[in-house]
Antibody, heavy 119, light 112 residues
Framework: VQLVQSGAEVKKPGSSVKVSCKAS????????VSWVRHVPGEGLQWMGQ????????EYAQRFQDRVKFTADKSTNTAYMELSSLTSDDTAVYYC?????????????WGQGTLVTVSS | DVVMTQSPLSLPVTVGQSASISCRSS???????????LTWFHQRPGQSPRRLIY???VRDSGVPDRFGGSGSGTDFTLKISRVEAEDVGLYYC?????????FGQGTRVDIK
């Protein structure tokens, strides 16, 4: 199982960032993809999920107004777009394969994408 | 949101000794199907988290049997018997029963 993410990004406050996560066809067809971020000093935060086969999404309330998950079935790639960035959004962003659409666990993780927000 | 509280936050250990990490949740993690979705991860510096244990005590393939998970309801423990140098890093618990899924703060294990 491999989840391969896009490279590091440096963004200005107020802008948006889009991170990609390329998965295997099996993952895209049969699993859920979660997005998690690791903010320095704050630990891991689950941002939400997308079921690529149906393109259905659920967002954690704290991110709901600013985040959008999408999935391209032709390339088996999931995307996370976060808008209105502030320095508090500086973090490593991970995609992970989720087992269980409602209750479950995360079994495999991408390598992470560092997003730095700085003026 | 369900709050996950780990202790200790820092754990210096001697190679060959055992180590225990506690994880407490603010709500019961038993779901309507009587499953308990408590997962443990290990993260080495510069790497992604790696799952060690899920559903409280089920060890992932390839995880040494030195790692054991136990607990129920709101109280869980990860025990590492005979710690090895490769076990250093951060350990996180995560609940996957209630949305949004939440993580403990992390416990840093290093070698004395």
């Amino acid at each position: 199982v491999q989840l391969v993410q896009s490279g590091a990004e440096v963004k200005k406050p107020g802008s948006s960032v889009k991170v990609s996560c390329k998965a295997s066809r099996d993952t895209f067809r049969n699993y859920v993809v979660s997005w998690v971020r690791h903010v320095p000093g704050e630990g891991l935060q689950w941002m939400g999920q997308i079921i690529p086969a149906f393109r259905t999404t659920e967002y954690a309330q704290r991110f709901q107004d600013r985040v959008k998950f999408t999935a391209d079935k032709s390339t088996n790639t999931a995307y996370m777009e976060l808008s209105s960035l502030t320095s508090d959004d500086t973090a490593v962003y991970y995609c992970a394969r989720q087992v269980g659409a409602v209750a479950g666990t995360l079994d495999y993780w991408g390598q992470g994408t560092l997003v730095t927000v700085s003026s | 949101d369900v709050v996950m509280t780990q202790s200790p936050l820092s754990l210096p250990v001697t190679v060959g000794q055992s180590a225990s990490i506690s994880c407490r949740s603010s709500h019961s993690l038993v779901d309507r199907d009587d499953n308990t979705h408590l997962t443990w991860f290990h993260q080495r510096p510069g790497q992604s988290p790696r799952r060690l244990i899920y559903k409280v005590s089920v060890r992932d393939s390839g995880v040494p049997d030195r790692f054991g998970g136990s607990g129920s309801g709101t109280d869980f423990t990860l025990k590492i018997s005979r710690v090895e140098a490769e076990d250093v890093g951060l350990y996180y618990c995560m609940q996957g029963t209630h949305w949004p899924w939440t993580f403990g703060q992390g416990t840093r294990v290093d070698i004395k």
